[in-house]
């Protein structure tokens, strides 16, 4: 789920042009042309403020962008932390 998400976010971050300026690359929804400011956490991405007052995210949980991106920033840290570690124990072995 996380994987797919931020695999989400960063090819929409590929197609932005490193010469825009801030206002113009910013990520709009395709559906209504507003900024994605939310990340729907029940469907994992991103959504505009329009999306989330729509029937079908209704129940769903939601966070601003930037504490999603903290958040999952730190799951991947984590994770690759604790599979250096296995790697490195797993090469030890390797050499015994």
Sequence with gaps: MVN???GR????ARTLSLNRTEEE????CE???EELKL???TEK???CLVCRDAREHRDHRFMPVKEAVQIYKDQMKSSFESLTKEKSGIQRMEQQ
């Excluded at 976010?9 to 929409?12: G, M, N, T, V, Y």
């Excluded at 690359?25 to 709009?28: A, V």
């Design 4 to 6: 797919r998400a931020l």
């Design 9 to 12: 976010l960063s090819e929409k």
């Design 25 to 28: 690359s910013k990520l709009q």
């Design 31 to 33: 559906e209504h042309q």
């Design 39 to 41: 990340f729907c956490e």
């Design 45 to 47: 991405k991103l959504i």
